[in-house]
């Protein structure tokens, strides 16, 4: 007789962690809160335009090929690489920087503001290119049964890179190069960790090796969902059953095991073990009623930041925008290491904007276009109130307006708003924290919670705030790394 596992949460780590235990014979049943798989690797459709709710690009393409391959398919989606990775444009300043991965090309565009850049990128990437090669295998790809165990993999880590782990981010960036452009444009990267380059450890620079040589970062054709699409579709071939707006809000549980789940509307849920895909440290608060995870105990953790995101449709064109663009003020540092402190830093924000419909014409009507934005913005412990986000969001409008030089406020004809709030109420992310826990040292590896539950033996937990952290390759090395704890308990 076939194990039942349930799997609380249809995120991409719930999906790959389903996907995998039904190819090893499992049977398996999602519990899903909202009306439609994703998480937040989700779409909106509205008005006829088609918008990615959250992550608009990915790395690390060989994570989900590996997946595939393990479980025994191809890859159910297509992806297309980026390059130039972005654009960046600085407030006041008509030059727009390409991030290209060819570092000569790149290199032309600061010889005003950086002659040797060239040189000076190939040594900062030698240097990426080693912490990478030195810690991914050995800390990021792998489960740790103890303290002791994560830090005896910490001692093969080659110590000359000790140094950094005393670094934030920043002051790495800042010892091998001298201009504001180059520092600014190559820390950007350490937002996408959700926190900033000033309190982001260095040591995840490993990233700018991520970025330009290691493997870049790609587009999905049809938009991001295609990723969730394609899951979904190989889930149902191996009659995979979901159960969507079911959220879970206790359980019972005899000798150590989880005898069932309860749901909102009182239906119990009942299977040989359980995947939580909802926030590990949240769902261990709310639900498991655990001590260690009181709310007082999660507002002493440190969360990333939250996110302003808003979707707005254009009855016209714009072809003089790119595809992945970034827009810095005139005031990144300032506004970057107060972020969380300061809500009136964002008077000239640094923001993102994804022009979903340049490459996939289906994802809005013709001559028309689909618009993402994301601002980095306090969460909801720093910004509570946020009655004013209408006047935030056409402060941004206005100010990329004028960067393109075209006035976008008299072609909107659909437009939608998430603040923190909605990411918290609609995602169950705490205080609106986009990403989950941040990635200091004492919330990563061991330290971070764990991926299997420490009181019940057929609990276990799957995405962001577990093992090995935020982002989508991360997200599926995650489902790896609890399917692997699944089979060893089954054995």
């Not at 000033?198 to 295609?226: A, C, P, Q, W």
């Not at 969460?379 to 960067?403: C, E, G, H, P, T």
Request: aromatic share 14%.
């Amino acid at each position: 007789m076939k194990e039942k596992v349930i799997i609380v949460g249809a995120g991409l780590g719930g999906l790959a962690t389903g996907l995998r235990l039904a190819k090893e014979g499992y049977e398996v049943e999602f519990l899903e809160k909202n009306d439609k798989a994703g998480g937040r690797l989700n779409q909106i459709k509205k008005d006829g335009f088609t918008f990615d709710t959250g992550p608009s690009f990915f790395s690390m393409s060989y994570i989900f090929k590996e997946f595939a391959e393990k479980c025994g398919l191809r890859l159910p989606f297509e992806f297309i690489e980026l390059d130039p990775l972005y654009s960046v444009n600085f407030s006041g300043e008509d030059k727009t920087y390409f991030l290209y991965k060819d570092i000569h090309k790149l290199a032309k565009q600061f010889q005003d503001v950086e002659p040797d850049f060239e040189q000076k990128m190939e040594k900062y990437l030698q240097k990426s290119a080693q912490l990478f090669n030195d810690t991914v295998d050995i800390v990021i790809k792998r489960n740790f049964d103890s303290y002791l165990d994560y830090f005896l993999a910490l001692i093969k880590v080659n110590p000359v890179h000790l140094p950094i782990l005393f670094k934030t981010f920043w002051e790495h960036v800042n010892d091998y190069f001298t201009s504001k452009e180059a520092r600014e444009i190559i820390s950007l990267v350490a937002f996408f960790l959700g926190r900033t380059p000033f309190d982001t450890m260095g040591i995840y620079s490993l990233l700018s090796h991520v970025e330009f040589r290691h493997d870049g970062y790609y587009n999905v054709k049809g938009g991001m969902y295609k990723i969730v699409e394609g899951m979904l579709e190989e889930l149902s071939k191996l009659d995979v059953k979901f159960h969507y707006e079911t959220e879970i809000v206790d359980y019972h549980a005899e000798n150590q095991q989880i005898v069932s789940l309860k749901d909102a509307q009182g239906n119990f849920w009942k299977a040989n073990k359980f995947v939580i895909n909802a926030d590990a440290a949240l769902f261990r608060s709310e639900v498991m009623k655990y001590k260690k995870f009181s709310e007082e105990k999660l507002d002493k953790m440190e969360w990333t930041m939250g996110y302003l995101t808003f979707y707005l449709g254009l009855k016209c064109k714009l072809p003089q925008v790119n595809h992945h663009n970034y827009f810095l003020g005139s005031n990144y540092e300032q506004y970057a290491s107060n972020i969380l402190q300061n809500p009136s830093t964002l008077e000239k924000p640094y923001y993102y904007v994804n022009v979903v419909s340049k490459y996939n014409p289906e994802c809005a009507p013709e001559g028309c276009e689909s618009l993402f934005f994301v601002c980095p913005v306090p969460n909801l412990k720093y910004k509570a109130d946020w009655s004013d986000r209408d006047k935030i969001v056409n402060s941004i409008i206005d100010d990329f307006s004028q960067r393109i030089k075209k006035d976008i406020s008299t072609e909107i004809i659909s437009k939608t708003i998430f603040t923190p709030q909605e990411w918290q109420d609609k995602f169950s992310l705490y205080r609106g924290s986009g990403l989950g826990l941040s990635h200091k040292f004492t919330q990563i590896g061991a330290f971070r919670p764990k991926n299997h539950d420490e009181k019940h033996d057929n609990l276990f937990y799957v995405g962001a705030s577990t093992i090995p952290g935020a982002g989508l390759p991360m997200a599926v090395i995650s489902a790896e790394l609890v399917v692997e704890r699944i089979l060893a308990n089954s054995r």
